[in-house]
């Protein structure tokens, strides 16, 4: 199983940004597909998780600029930002809990992580 993430970079504050992730390989079913986000000198922390009951969970920091939404026929998450700040500049991983099998445990998967640079 890998995640691929596209769509970060470069981009100027005030501007949305929408990262993209899918997950390919052997899978059976994704329960949880998000992101996570690490800031230089800071632990990794949550930005979104979407379950595939639809319930999600926000970071604390999260204030409403952030939304997740997935495509479960394609095992993709997408993640949007609005209004972006400069301190949204982080590198942003996939994550992804999912099944192989229909006898396999869940785990916990992650994409290796795209980088976005917020300038003012």
């Known amino acids: 199983v890998q995640l691929q993430a596209s769509g970060g970079g470069l981009v100027q504050a005030g501007g949305p940004l929408t990262l993209s992730c899918a997950a390919s390989g052997n899978i059976f079913r994704v329960d949880i597909m998000g992101w996570y986000r690490q800031i230089p000198g800071q632990l990794r922390e949550l930005v979104a998780t979407l379950t595939a009951g639809g319930t999600t969970n926000f970071g604390g920091f999260v204030k409403g600029r952030y939304t997740i939404t997935r495509d479960d026929a394609k095992n993709s998450v997408l993640l949007q930002i609005d209004n972006l700040k400069p301190e949204d500049s982080a590198v942003y991983y996939c994550?992804?809990?999912?099944?192989?099998?229909?006898?396999?445990?869940?785990?916990?998967?992650w994409g290796p992580g795209t980088q976005v640079t917020v300038s003012s």
């Open positions: 994550y992804a809990d999912l099944r192989e099998t229909s006898s396999s445990d869940a785990r916990d998967y």
